[in-house]
């Protein structure tokens, strides 16, 4: 299974930056839960969002909780981080992460992407 985050960049505080991670690789399964995760210089790996494969499940975590929206498209498989109203404390490497089985946690995922850096400026 191969991840490909993209979409990172800068962008002013109170705007607005859409991620996109790409799966593919013969054994990656349309119904794993995808999700994101972010971590900053000097700070561990922060949980951001998560959706089961029909989006029956979608969790996110307290820092991001009503201006982040995850969604994805199992034709194309894609999974997307609408982030909105950022904030300088956004600024972090965020990874796009997938699993068999769901997760809320950096301890779970089995695979990763190689990351995409989001700096946002005051």
């Known amino acids: 299974v191969q991840l490909q985050a993209s979409g990172g960049g800068l962008v002013q505080a109170g705007g607005s930056l859409r991620l996109s991670c790409a799966a593919s690789g013969r054994t990656f399964s349309s119904t794993y839960v995808m999700g994101w995760f972010r971590q900053a210089p000097g700070k561990e790996r922060e949980f951001v969002a998560a959706?089961?494969?029909?989006?029956?499940?979608?969790d996110y975590g307290d820092s991001v909780k009503g201006r982040f929206t995850i969604s994805r498209d199992n034709a194309k498989k894609m999974v997307y981080l609408q982030m909105n109203s950022v904030k300088p404390e956004d600024t972090a490497v965020h990874y796009c992460a997938a699993h068999p089985s769901y997760f809320v946690d950096s301890t779970r995922p089995r695979y990763w992407g190689q990351g995409t850096l989001v700096t946002v400026s005051s």
């Open positions: 959706i089961s494969w029909r989006a029956g499940s979608i």
